[in-house]
């Protein structure tokens, strides 16, 4: 058979058509320490998850109904998982917020994501809050 005719026949790349939601699956392996700080966000307390890598910070539906439903903006960029999916945001907000019992605030973006549980810290907001180093290393030597 001829090359052409053998590519032709070949198995082709299998597209998924509809996007399933992406949920928050919480970790198999209870050793690993997921690293979790306080913050106030319209003076209002939450706990999120310090995620280096992201390059995003992401609150829940829920949380934001929690803040009064903050009017949302259109998202600037689209955002994908660690493992390439697509995530769904709603919109974007600003919002003053502060690290645990420090008294300063920040101005903060936010995105809204329908996945339940998604609410993570990211790199930019670690550094704008302060609150990234101090906290890893209290971790690593406890």
């Known amino acids: 058979m001829c090359q052409k005719k053998a590519r032709s026949k070949a198995q082709g790349v299998k597209w998924i058509d509809v996007l399933e939601m992406v949920k928050a699956a919480p970790c198999c392996n209870s050793e690993v320490q997921k690293l979790q700080v306080p913050i106030h966000i319209k003076r209002k307390a939450f706990t999120l998850e310090l995620d280096t890598a992201a390059s995003g910070n992401f609150i829940s539906t829920r949380v934001w109904t ?4 903050p009017k949302l903006k259109q998202a600037q960029w689209r955002y994908h998982s660690a493992s390439k999916h697509p995530l769904p945001i709603i919109g974007a907000f600003t919002a003053k917020a502060k690290y ?29 809050l302060r609150t990234g180093v101090q906290y890893i ?3 690593i030597s406890a």
């Open 66 to 69: 929690e803040l009064g439903k």
């Open 100 to 128: 645990g019992n420090v008294s300063k605030s920040y101005p903060v973006s936010f995105l809204v994501s329908e996945i339940p549980d998604l609410n993570l810290l990211g790199w930019d907001a670690i550094n704008t």
């Open 137 to 139: 290393r209290t971790l």
